[in-house]
């Protein structure tokens, strides 16, 4: 028998001594957020970088940053903003009429003087989110 010593430090924890394998999930944005803003180089200088790149694909990443950043008003965000969230499939409806995902674009969107106000991009978002065209349904 081998000898083993384990030490338990707060939390919950569970023993398996049959066990042949341990997963270990975690759930909510935190997480995420302490692993890749550590491990991006880019996010060291602009932390929205880090936060973005859990709904945005690293590599579409500076193609989105500049579309933003060419915004003059909130409709041209929000156009923006639908095209990304139906090119990413981490985004969601919910997601990109969220403060926080909006506070994240916000400082890209160098050229937008008028509207730019949480709420004011979030109707826009929303208005944009109606006008899109269904998706034809089999019947």
Same mark, same amino acid.
């Given at each position: 028998?081998?000898?083993?010593?384990?030490?338990?430090?707060?939390?919950?924890?569970?023993?398996?001594?049959?066990?042949?394998?341990?997963?270990?999930? *975690?759930?909510?944005?935190?997480?995420?957020?302490?692993?890749?803003?550590?491990?991006?180089?880019?996010?060291?200088?602009?932390?929205?970088?880090?936060?973005?790149?859990?709904?945005?694909?690293?590599?579409?990443?500076?193609?989105?940053?500049?579309?933003?950043?060419?915004?003059?008003?909130?409709?041209?965000?929000?156009?923006?903003?639908?095209?990304? *969230?139906?090119?990413?499939?981490?985004?969601?409806?919910?997601?990109?009429?969220?403060?926080? *995902?909006?506070?994240?674009?916000?400082?890209?969107?160098?050229?937008?003087?008028?509207?730019?106000?949480?709420?004011?991009?979030?109707?826009?978002?929303?208005?944009?989110?109606?006008?899109?065209?269904?998706?034809?349904?089999?019947?």
């Amino acid at each position: 028998m081998n000898d083993i010593t384990i030490n338990i430090n707060g939390g919950n924890n569970q023993i398996l001594p049959n066990a042949t394998e341990a997963v270990q999930n *975690f759930y909510g944005d935190q997480y995420a957020e302490k692993i890749l803003g550590t491990s991006t180089p880019d996010s060291a200088s602009i932390p929205e970088l880090g936060k973005l790149s859990l709904y945005i694909d690293k590599v579409n990443l500076p193609g989105y940053i500049s579309q933003i950043g060419e915004c003059l008003n909130a409709t041209e965000f929000a156009r923006i903003v639908i095209s990304i *969230f139906e090119q990413e499939s981490r985004l969601t409806e919910e997601e990109i009429v969220k403060e926080r *995902f909006i506070r994240l674009l916000l400082p890209f969107a160098t050229k937008l003087e008028k509207g730019r106000t949480i709420d004011n991009l979030r109707a826009r978002i929303n208005d944009a989110l109606l006008s899109r065209p269904k998706p034809n349904r089999i019947k």
